[in-house]
């Protein structure tokens, strides 16, 4: 056998190993979808709110989760003369603390005992962002035919949740080999309360666990952040969608941009600066933009919004739950307290 045919053949095993591969590749990618289509997988990358919606009846502290895994009591028949309110949010919807002490909660029973009939129900699901909110209201809101939409937006992390894919995640193939490479460093497993008892003082992270959080959130607060005119547009995609379908479907709607704590504590601020910002000057820095921005983009789509900063800001009291993020007890009152006066208008109608 001489060297050009020795070349052929060599040639066609290659392309014969190739095309078993990438056939070996196809079928895999079919397997595993339709695999996580019915078990749904943390392993795979998937855009489904149901991968982070709690388990029914499962026990949350001093409750139960409903029957569809939401933070709240059975979602009943919709009763044309209460004017129901869907809460749809993360876990600042869902509520770190009992669920008496939950905001939506706290607003229902608010304006309940003032006589006016109302319910809220509150859908909140931990982890997901401005995408989830939009196929949640299209996959179980539209047809419990609320009266408003009351979308939380975190500044934390909302602008976050609102990229688009990373390329590896378009395939479950990838997005599998993806999370064995980095199982021992990445894997965070979900953070289950179980009927544990609540604590209102007791911190979550250490500090320094803590600043490293807080400081991957903080590019957004930077004047010349190039990344955050990308994520803003992103998230009013999503925002504006759900607008759209409110307004289609007679529905009111209403964004609560509720502030991280880094924004509103000077203290965590200054050691966020301090430890990773050195040579930042404060010039260069501003701590509510990322409120204004949206804010502003918000009022120019004709979306009604209430910015919860300058009441945080301005509080004395201590609002969020030691180095956890999210507000303890007196921080979900306070935004209840603010809330409830801009749902009355709606309500009274």
Sequence with gaps: MNKI????NAKSILFRAAGIVLITLFMAEIALRLSNHYIQSYVFYSDSYNRFRGRPFADE???????LGFKDEEFAQRDPRIYRILGIGDSFAFGIVPYKYNYLSLIESQ???????????????????????????????LELQPDMVLVSFF??????QSKKKKAYEYSY????????????????????HGN????????????????????SRSSIYLIDDAKFPVDLENALYYLDHIH???????MEMMVVIIPDEMQVNRELMEDVMDTYYPDLGLDEWDISLPNRKLHSALD????????LYDAYSTSSDRLYLPRNSHWNIAGNQLAADTIQERIRKYVAQ
């Design 5 to 8: 045919q020795k070349l052929g």
């Design 61 to 67: 502290l001093d409750f139960k989760l409903n029957s």
């Design 111 to 141: 304006l309940q005992a003032d006589g006016l009939d109302v319910e809220i129900l509150n859908m909140g699901i931990p982890s997901i962002g401005p995408h989830g909110y939009l196929s949640l209201l299209i996959d179980e809101g």
């Design 155 to 160: 500044i934390g992390n909302d602008f976050e």
């Design 173 to 192: 193939v990838a997005s599998l080999l993806h999370t064995m490479v980095n199982l021992h460093t990445n894997y965070e497993g979900q953070v289950v």
């Design 196 to 215: 544990s008892a609540y604590c209102d003082t007791c911190p979550s992270l250490d500090i320094d666990s803590y600043l490293a959080m807080e400081h």
């Design 244 to 250: 759209t379908l409110c307004k289609n479907n007679d």
């Design 300 to 307: 120019a789509l004709g979306i009604d919004n209430l910015d």
